[in-house]
Structures are given as C-alpha cells and as structure tokens.
C-alpha cells in the first residue's frame, strides 16, 4: 500500500520561507509523476506544482512561479517543495499527490483526478 507523509509546515512570517517535504512508502519503482497542491479554509484545492517521474519536467501555477521550486530524490522516495517569498496568500493545507507506478508524467498534471494517492496535507501559514 502507497502511502504519503508530507512534513515541513508551519508558521513564518510574509517573505519567509518554508520547504515542504513528502516521504512515500510502499513503491516498488521510482516511475510516478508527483504533485503539490493546497486548500485554503472555505476554497476549493488548488494545483501548485507537479514533476515528472525522474524531475525533468515541472510545472506551477502561475501564482507561485518564481517563488517555489519543486524537485525530487528518489533514492530516497521524497519530493520537496522550496517555498521562498511566502506571503498570507499562501497559506493553507499543503497536499503531496502520486500517480500510480509505470507514470512518467500525466496527461492534465495539474488535475486532481489523475492522482491517485495523496497524503494528508501539513498546515502552511504565514503571518502579514
């Protein structure tokens, strides 16, 4: 069974930084797209950044390019994302997402129907 454990929330002031971090276990390869997403309280979930299976491939969401940086090491099953600039926008539940082994990257990365395992989110907030 694939599970995600994402760690590295918390509270930081406007401008700061933070890096997220989502262990898997359960993989018996290293051929999935990952993905990041968030929820900010009454809002719906919203992509922020995918990579493909061996981090050649990234895409963001407009409102966090230049500021966040998602990458990967799967020698040790973990995706991160560098988050710099942060401001109150930002804040909300930060979710890691999987495709299913044997995915290199996904047709629409940046919806949440083609993921099929996702962590259970850390908490990000950041103070104005």
């Known amino acids: 069974q694939v599970q995600l454990v994402e760690s590295g929330g918390g509270l930081v002031q406007a401008g700061g930084s933070l890096r997220l971090s989502c262990a898997a276990s359960?993989?018996?390869?290293?051929?999935?797209?990952m993905g990041w997403f968030r929820q900010a309280p009454g809002k719906e979930r919203e992509f922020v950044a995918a990579?493909?299976?061996?981090?050649?491939?990234?895409t963001y969401v407009d409102s966090v390019k230049g500021r966040f940086t998602i990458s990967r090491d799967n020698a040790k099953n973990t995706v991160y994302l560098q988050m710099n600039g942060l401001n109150p926008e930002d804040t909300a539940v930060y979710f890691c997402a999987s495709s299913r082994e044997g995915y290199s990257w996904l047709p629409n990365p940046r919806q949440a129907s083609e993921y099929n395992y996702w962590g259970r989110g850390t908490q990000v907030t950041v103070s104005s």
């Open positions: 990579i493909s299976s061996r981090g050649g491939v990234t």
């Open positions: 359960g993989r018996t390869s290293s051929t999935y797209a």
